[in-house]
């Protein structure tokens, strides 16, 4: 019993200690910061960010203005919630914002933080956003993948009308969007009906992408905010990340492994059909799978498996309109201040 009470001081004693140290440096920071809420020791304004975000951050703004200055754990954020501060942050100082802190959801399931939604503004993220923009979002890809979300918008509409009963458009919404990203991403669709893939490896990608990924992913993780607490896995996420990751890691690379095997018949029928006609269905039927194995021949040193799962992980969890519900889902309106070179160089 005694034992218990001297690690609970001892506990108790280093958090008061630590918010003292916090506060001080808040007191004597030189910067000139935005307005802020009232905070809270060791915890800022966490308390203050309740669920749904985006309800909690507009409460906020309209009290303190269009720019509020945040503090979540040891983590400064700001709060942009008007069009010309939203300008000024991301179009004029876009390199001075376009950095993030390294989140614990980045090793196991980010790949050691290599995939575009984790790695550092640098050129390896240039690189892959710009290869994400021109293979999926560029105005020819689009026109040219138009007929995959007209199916899945018709297919949506069939489903409504053949249905007797009440129907939950957000979940349906949902898959729509997820069926035309992952048409555009691997060339195949997990949800409604006419799968394109085992209706078995259907399942297994809803449970290990959808259910399990993207809670962790979009999970509220203390030790993302308290990165001197990292040792420390309060709620079990770190366990479950590095229990999923084989999960993920052995769907990716089986789905790696048949996109190649495909590449390679596709590549030998065409040596023998070199009709225009054939050329425009392949170009159609390209994903982001296709174009990154390719580049993967050429500079397979740069394009290693990791960064091609990555990659693929990336795309499927964050272009389909998830409701993060969480700090860092909220990327329209909550950015990281700029840093000093030394400080924007902290790995924590």
Same mark, same amino acid.
């Given at each position: ?70 503090? !979540?754990? #040891?983590?400064?954020? +700001?709060? /942009?919630? %008007?069009?010309?501060?939203?300008? @000024?942050? =991301? ?44 293979? !999926?979002? #560029?105005?020819?890809? +689009?026109? /040219?993948? %138009?007929?995959?979300?007209?199916? @899945?918008? =018709? ?33 195949k669709r997990f949800y409604g009906e006419n799968l394109e893939v085992d209706i078995e490896v259907a399942n297994r990608f809803r449970e290990v992408i959808i259910q399990e990924g993207l809670a962790l992913v979009f999970s509220f993780n203390p030790r993302d905010f308290f990165p001197f607490l990292g040792w420390l896995d309060l709620l079990g996420l770190g366990r ?109």
């Amino acid at each position: 019993m005694d034992t218990l009470h001297y690690t609970s001081f001892f506990f108790i004693t280093i958090l008061l200690l630590l918010s003292r140290l916090l506060l001080r440096h808040r007191r004597f920071n030189p910067k000139t910061l935005p307005p802020s809420p009232p905070s809270l020791p060791f915890i800022g304004h966490l308390h203050l960010l309740k669920t749904p975000r985006n309800f909690s951050i507009n409460s906020i703004s309209k009290l303190y203005g269009p720019v509020v200055s945040l503090y !979540l754990g #040891s983590r400064h954020a +700001l709060i /942009l919630s %008007s069009l010309a501060a939203a300008a @000024e942050a =991301l179009i004029k100082n876009d390199t001075l914002f376009s950095n993030h802190p390294n989140f614990k959801v980045g090793q196991p399931l980010g790949y050691n933080n290599t995939t575009m939604f984790f790695t550092p503004f640098g050129p390896h993220w240039r690189n892959l956003r710009r290869l994400t923009a021109v293979e !999926l979002f #560029s105005t020819r890809r +689009l026109n /040219l993948l %138009s007929d995959i979300r007209s199916n @899945e918008f =018709l297919s949506l509409v069939r489903r409504m009308i053949d249905s007797s009963g009440e129907i939950e458009l957000k979940a349906r919404l949902f898959e729509m969007t997820y069926n035309s990203m992952s048409k555009m991403v691997v060339g195949k669709r997990f949800y409604g009906e006419n799968l394109e893939v085992d209706i078995e490896v259907a399942n297994r990608f809803r449970e290990v992408i959808i259910q399990e990924g993207l809670a962790l992913v979009f999970s509220f993780n203390p030790r993302d905010f308290f990165p001197f607490l990292g040792w420390l896995d309060l709620l079990g996420l770190g366990r479950r990340m590095e229990r999923l990751r084989p999960k993920v890691d052995k769907f990716l690379s089986d789905d790696k492994q048949r996109r190649q095997r495909r590449n390679d018949q596709a590549a030998a029928a065409d040596d023998d059909d070199g009709r225009e006609a054939a050329k425009e269905e392949k170009e159609k039927k390209r994903t982001l799978v296709n174009v990154m194995l390719s580049m993967q021949e050429t500079d397979p040193e740069t394009y290693t498996d990791d960064l091609i799962k990555g990659q693929i992980l990336t795309v499927l969890t964050g272009g389909t309109g998830v409701d993060g519900g969480d700090c860092k889902g909220d990327d329209a309106v909550n950015a990281e201040p700029p840093r000093d070179n030394e400080e924007g160089e902290d790995g924590d």
